[in-house]
């Protein structure tokens, strides 16, 4: 409110105070709005799962790109069969 730095402690604050007005009482009982944190993890798995460039969603983010890769590798392993997909269709056109 004072426009000056946000100390840790405040985003917690501010989340708790969210948490009882914002989400929907089945919103309210997920994981996503237990932290601030769970809610980010969703975004960056999401992008990344979607195909969101790596680049970009670690920019987006406000990561290295080694960032998402790490904490959000689990929703990536499957995505073998799209991702050959995605190759023998770039291959099909330069051939």
Same mark, same amino acid.
């Given at each position: 409110m004072r426009g000056?730095?946000?100390?840790?402690?405040?985003?917690?604050?501010?989340?708790?105070?969210?948490r009882t007005r914002a989400p929907t009482p089945a919103e309210f009982d997920t994981t996503l709005s237990k932290?601030?944190? !769970?809610?980010r993890h969703a975004a960056v798995s999401t992008w990344l799962s979607s195909g969101v460039e790596p680049q970009l969603v670690a920019e987006c983010a406000g990561h290295s790109v080694a960032v998402p890769f790490r904490v959000c590798a689990e929703f990536l392993k499957d995505? !073998?069969?799209?991702?050959?997909?995605?190759?023998s269709a770039r291959l099909e056109r330069h051939a």
């Open positions: 000056g730095l946000i100390q840790d402690t405040g985003y917690g604050e501010v989340w708790a105070a969210s932290r601030p944190y !769970d809610l995505g !073998d069969e799209a991702a050959n997909a995605k190759i």
